[in-house]
Antibody
């Protein structure tokens, strides 16, 4: 059974830092791209970042570029999100999600999020 | 960035009836469109991808259609467990992949 378990959320002051973790089990972690998706309280879903299988490719939404860093440790079956210079607008539940590749064509690949963790809440407030 | 617009924001339907949810993309996303269901306090669940392919374990009462910029999620006969928020997501042009703002399906 595929399981994704996030941890590391909490209350942090504006400008502070936090590191989220996602422990994966039930599948070959090193074979999949992985993503972080967040959801502000009462709002919709926002993709934050993703990373390829060996960590050599990383992509971010513009609003977190330069502040957040996605990484992984395949030996530990774990995904991470280092969040620096946190702002009030970063307050959200952060979900870890597995990316399943649907197909590749013309040099591009297209993936969906087929499994999600239960999320961890990050609150940025003074 | 592709903007996804869902309508209506809230849909009130009686159990046993059909529900039709819409999603529009600001530019063509081909068939690279997914639908997710989210219940209160839970993570999203993948329902449909490729605009019309049901994910593993998803009941046949859920169906998706469309391509390009116009998409529809239809639930043929609503069950009590189907009342939730539904999100569409394009994964054609990324980064960033983008989600719609959601449609809340509530009991009439």
């Amino acid at each position: 059974e595929v399981q994704l378990v996030e941890s590391g959320g909490g209350l942090v002051q504006p400008g502070g830092s936090l590191r989220l973790s996602c422990a994966a089990s039930g599948f070959t972690f090193s074979s999949y791209w992985m993503s972080w998706v967040r959801q502000a309280p009462g709002k919709g879903l926002e993709w934050v970042a993703n990373i390829n299988q060996d960590g050599s490719e990383k992509y971010y939404v513009d609003s977190v570029k330069g502040r957040f860093t996605i990484s992984r440790d395949n030996a530990k079956n774990s995904l991470y999100l280092q969040m620096n210079s946190l702002r009030a607008e970063d307050t959200a539940v952060y979900y870890c999600a597995r990316d399943r590749r649907v197909y590749c064509s013309g040099g591009s690949c297209y993936s969906i999020h087929d499994y999600w963790g239960q999320g961890t809440l990050v609150t940025v407030s003074s | 960035e592709i903007v996804m617009t869902q309508s209506p924001a809230t849909l009130s339907v009686s159990p046993g009836e059909r529900a039709t949810l819409s999603c529009r993309a600001s530019q063509s996303v081909s068939s690279n469109l997914a639908w997710y269901q989210q219940k209160p306090g839970q993570a999203p669940r993948l329902l449909i991808y490729g605009a019309s392919t049901r994910a593993t374990g998803i009941p046949a009462r859920f169906s998706g259609s469309g391509s390009g910029t116009e998409f529809t999620l239809t639930i043929s006969s609503l069950q009590s467990e189907d009342f939730a928020v539904y999100y569409c997501q394009q994964y054609n042009n990324w980064p960033p992949e983008t989600f719609g703002q959601g449609t809340k399906l509530e009991i009439k």
